[in-house]
């Protein structure tokens, strides 16, 4: 017999992600939506997990800059700054000067490409297509130098214990100064196009506003906490790689919504290309390893025709010329060195936020234990607090004001 | 008079079933060329990679309705202007006049929708 | 036959057009290798491709109205060119109520988003056409209001008269918040940047055509496109003059070349306006419209009444 159903409020549960467009990979919400309302959102992470912080425990200290390199894979080189700079605190070294210079070039170009990818996506999220292309055409030129720089265009393994694993080729500091020509004048172009663009700041502002105490409670960092007012950036708190020597500025809004964190990025940008340029003034010529032959990583590379690989000069110098390189060069790559037994925490401002490495040693040859703490997925802890009650429309938005890259938070 | 009123849709009825035949025609090569090779995976409904939550006839809330009331009290205010709009310069003065007390009517009921704030997207 | 064959070929030229131009303004070459110079054949690769992928209705869906639903979005604008002039004689029907025929059957398409979203069965199909839905209700009326201002200008309601009354000078002229309106109005209608919120991809996948291959998704593109046509033809219609070319030199050029000339314009500028903006949202769009269109559209009406008479 036919019964009629009493009236219920029911509200829709829906998945959006892991495979969705707009879920930066892999991420998985799901939303309890009242129409067309966020009434509840649990983020679910995991389906990117790659076991890095487990695998480096299995590896000699050296090969780990090959596995955290892969974590944050938008910005490579504060994975292995913020690995190498834990390593070289328990073992009480620094690298030399102009390694630190290069070091500290390289990610804040990493920076640049970083932020210049979330405009790109974040654009495209919101239906602004040809910002997308225009992002990704000025990170191709990054791209470019890196390839450059270290043969690859991600996952560079460049920078490691003890300094960078080779010098800067010839006509890098050309090709950088070449784009810190060309940028600025870019960065207006974005601006042009979206800044005063009233759609863009409908869908932008005043959603996915968090206020600071709240985002500082919930342990969020990077632009997300600077674009609500709170000056917290570990390049001026806890310097590293002498960033304190550096001038510039730390760009600060105080609404808190998705619109202040584009504005937060883009001026990082412009003061990222500050340091750029001095760090290109600084560049003198000098090392860029330690000298102590139980450290420095034996091989001499450089980029040949096919890619890189050992230079040519030190292949012969191991083959023919010294019994005693070969013996070193086998002892240290395939044994590593050791770490005196300690556990140090050591944290990178990375594009995302605090990116920092939490690494154990038992005196041994690997780490003992080795956590990374991911910027995105603290940040993400944030997500439930933008969208509940929003629209649809706007989780999108908010999600991606987070720049969440699923492989740091994941790992 | 009414006989070519009623043929001048002739060409209109004429594009309709021309349009049918055409989707028809197309579908029917579709099926003749696509292949179909179908297995229950590809058959669920897509929900980001997951299997689906509940069924997709999920209750919704409308939001707009109060929207979609004003929608209708319009819209058949618009179909009594275009008769107007045709005949009101014969008619003079007056004519606008009056349409203006009409559509003034309608624009206040709007306004009051708007002052009463239910113009939002509740 | 030959408006079939128009409606065939047109959308084809303006998905070449949007393909070519948004490629460009966005620094990129666009399809270059079907066809040999520079891809112009794309289209009808990709046409061919689609027809001979498979056609998949998911189990939960409502098989029937799920195959009607392309169809029904579809004839509406095929339906559409049977009255719209193309050159002085050049028109399939003039019917006396055109301007009115051609609103009232496009918002039969909207019909067929909604059953392709309701009979889709998938939570993200179904709030698309629930935005459909909400879009047909903000956009139409301004719409309709845009045209009688037109309709009191010109003093008829067929398209040919409305062109014809525009010997002298063009309606844009004397309607420029009608064009506006009536342009940001049909973006709407046609579900494009930046009113694409009922298939906005990176929200709620593709809207109610998420669960569409094959054939039948072609169908609902051929569709989009053929809107595009089709409404860059009317607003040259209403507001352009039509086949109607500027006064000195107007005559040298028939009138078939002034009308393409004026719609493949719009379609330009309708595809610009996808690489420049980004989405609204459905209650921005909502408010836009009940706030600032409807009012003004009210208003231009009111305006439009009382010069005409005092003119005469």
Redesign the interface.
């Known amino acids: 017999m036919a019964t009629i159903q009493p009236l219920?409020e029911?509200t829709?549960?829906?998945?959006?992600?892991?495979?969705?467009?707009?879920?930066h990979g892999v991420l998985?919400l799901v939303l309890e939506?009242?129409?067309?309302?966020v009434v509840s959102c649990r983020p679910v992470l995991g389906y990117l997990h790659t076991g890095i912080e487990k695998n480096t425990e299995y590896r000699t200290w050296q090969q780990g800059v090959t596995f955290v390199t892969r974590a944050d894979y938008l910005s490579p080189f504060f994975n292995e700054l913020g690995y190498c700079l834990a390593v070289e605190r328990l073992l009480g070294i620094e690298a030399p000067p102009r390694a630190q210079v290069i070091r500290v070039m390289t990610n804040e170009l990493t920076r640049i490409a970083s932020h210049l990818l979330w405009l790109a996506t974040t654009?495209?999220?919101?239906?602004?297509?040809?910002i997308m292309?225009?992002a990704w055409?000025e990170r191709e030129v990054i791209l470019r130098i890196f390839e450059m720089i270290t043969g690859l265009r991600m996952n560079h393994a460049y920078i490691r214990v003890g300094g960078v694993v080779m010098d800067l080729p010839e006509g890098a500091s050309e090709q950088v100064r070449d784009f810190l020509d060309v940028m600025p004048g870019r960065l207006h172009e974005y601006e042009e196009?979206l800044t005063g663009?009233p759609?863009?700041r409908?869908?932008t502002e005043g959603v996915g506003h968090v206020p600071g105490d709240e985002l500082v409670a919930l342990g969020v960092t990077g632009p997300m906490l600077r674009a609500a007012g709170i000056d917290w950036d570990l390049r001026k708190q806890l310097p590293y790689c002498g960033y304190e020597t550096y001038d510039f500025d730390v760009p600060l809004r105080t609404a808190g919504d998705c619109f202040a964190r584009y504005e937060v990025r883009i001026e990082e940008i412009r003061q990222s290309l500050r340091i750029v340029e001095q760090c290109l003034d600084r560049l003198e010529p000098g090392p860029v390893m330690v000298e102590d032959p139980k450290l420095r990583w034996p091989a001499e590379l450089s980029v040949g025709p096919d890619g890189i690989g050992n230079s040519e000069r030190y292949v012969r110098h191991i083959m023919e010329e010294s019994m005693e390189a070969l013996i070193n060069h086998f002892k240290i790559v395939t044994q590593g060195f050791q770490v005196p037994a300690g556990e140090v925490y050591q944290a990178v401002e990375s594009p995302r936020g605090e990116l920092g490495y939490y690494v154990v040693s038992n005196g041994g040859n690997r780490p003992y234990r080795m956590h990374i703490r991911g910027p995105s997925f603290v940040n993400l802890q944030a997500t439930p607090r933008m969208v509940e009650g929003g629209?649809?429309?706007?989780?999108?938005a908010s999600v991606a004001s987070i720049d969440p890259v699923m492989g740091d938070a994941d790992r | 008079m009414s006989e070519t009123y009623y043929q001048s849709y002739g060409i209109v009825v004429a594009l309709l079933i021309g349009g049918v035949g055409l989707v028809a025609v197309a579908f029917g090569a579709a099926r003749v060329v696509a292949p179909r090779r179908q297995l229950p995976e590809k058959l669920t409904t897509y929900?980001?990679?997951?299997d689906?939550?509940?069924e997709g006839w999920?209750?919704?809330?409308?939001?707009y309705y109060i929207y979609a009331f004003l929608f209708v009290i319009f819209d058949v205010e618009s179909v009594f202007l275009f008769p107007w709009a045709t005949t009101f310069e014969r008619l003079g003065m007056q004519a606008v006049v009056e349409m203006g007390i009409f559509v003034f009517i309608l624009a206040l009921g709007l306004l009051y929708a708007y002052r009463k704030k239910v113009l939002e997207?509740v | 036959m030959i408006v079939l064959g128009f409606f065939l070929t047109a959308p084809m030229g303006i998905g070449y057009m949007e393909h070519k131009v948004?490629a460009h303004?966005?620094?990129?070459l666009g399809p270059m290798e079907a066809g040999g110079f520079h891809g112009w054949a794309q289209l009808v690769a990709d046409g061919v491709k689609f027809i001979q992928k498979e056609d998949i209705i998911p189990k939960a869906a409502d098989s029937w109205v799920f195959t009607l639903a392309p169809a029904v979005v579809m004839v509406p604008y095929i339906a559409i060119f049977a009255v719209i002039p193309f050159g002085r004689t050049l028109w399939a029907e003039n019917l006396d109520i055109g301007i009115f025929y051609v609103l009232a059957i496009t918002a039969i398409s909207v019909i067929g988003i909604l059953m392709a979203g309701w009979a889709s069965a998938n939570?993200?199909s179904l709030?698309g056409a629930?935005?459909a839905a909400a879009q047909l209700i903000a956009y139409e009326l301004p719409l309709i209001l845009a045209s009688v201002a037109v309709v009191m200008q010109a003093g008829t309601l067929s398209l040919v008269g409305i062109s014809e009354a525009q010997h002298h000078y063009w309606y844009i002229f004397t309607q420029p918040v009608g064009f506006f309106i009536f342009i940001v109005a049909s973006l709407a209608e046609l579900t494009r940047?930046?009113f694409?919120?009922p298939i906005?991809?990176?929200?709620?996948?593709f809207g109610a055509y998420t669960e569409y291959t094959g054939l039948k998704f072609a169908f609902f593109l051929l569709a989009e496109y053929g809107g595009i046509v089709a409404f860059s033809a009317i607003a040259s219609v209403l507001f352009l003059g039509g086949y109607q070319g500027i006064p000195v030199i107007g005559h040298l050029i028939p009138g078939f070349f002034w009308m393409s000339g004026k719609v493949g314009a719009l379609a330009f500028f309708i595809i610009w306006l996808?690489?420049?903006?980004?989405?609204?949202?459905?209650?921005?769009l909502q408010r836009f419209a009940w706030v600032a269109l409807i009012p003004l559209a009210l208003a231009d009406i009111m305006v439009t009444g009382v010069v005409k008479v005092l003119v005469k």
């Not at chain 3, 996808?274 to 921005?284: C, G, H, I, M, S």
């Open positions: 219920r029911e829709m549960i829906i998945n959006m992600g892991p495979q969705h467009p707009s879920t998985r939506l009242d129409g067309e309302y654009g495209l999220e919101l239906g602004a297509i040809s292309l225009y055409r196009l663009n759609i863009w409908q869908r629209l649809v429309a706007d989780v999108v | 929900e980001c990679g997951i689906p939550v509940g999920s209750q919704s809330q409308i939001r997207w | 948004l303004m966005q620094h990129r939570k993200f709030i629930l935005r940047p930046p694409d919120m906005a991809d990176s929200e709620i996948i996808r690489a420049t903006y980004p989405r609204l949202r459905e209650d921005q």
